[in-house]
């Protein structure tokens, strides 16, 4: 096993930085970016944001499973939504220390497209519901904006 270089940033290193990263965001820590003329700021959203998250095995019953877990208080339906489908044993976590939240919306998707209902009066209702879900399921990262109206 080799030792990364001074330039390779390792996943508990990028675990640690974004667990850090609210602590970081003052006013005076922010640079501010210089704009160019040509050249709108490009925002980075929620669906391109990319976090690590650490795993961890558990026992539930006499089944050993492996989970996802925080990497700061705060909601995350994106892994509630991941740890209830690994205890039903809808989808599996592989037994790395950490993922990224790419392969856990990819972990959902997956299971979404191959529960095509068979029936062809649930088909339209199964299309629509996807579309919406796909929609949606890349903001869950983050947490979940809930209309109250």
Known sequence: MSTP?????????????????EDDLTPESVEKPE???DK???????AE??????????????IDYQIVTQNANGPCPLIALVNALVLKGKIEIPPNYAINSKDLLNLL??????RVPTSDDDVETYENNLRDVLTIL???VNGLDV???
């Open 147 to 149: 209309n109250v109206q």
């Open 5 to 21: 270089s001074s330039s390779e940033v390792t996943v508990e290193q990028k675990i640690e930085n974004e667990e850090n990263k």
């Open 35 to 37: 704009q160019s003329p």
């Open 49 to 62: 944001e990319v976090k690590f998250f650490r795993t961890k095995k558990i026992r539930f019953g006499p």
């Open 138 to 140: 890349p903001t869950i």
């Open 109 to 114: 998707t997956n299971l979404i497209l191959w």
């Open 40 to 46: 709108p700021e490009k925002v980075e959203t929620a």
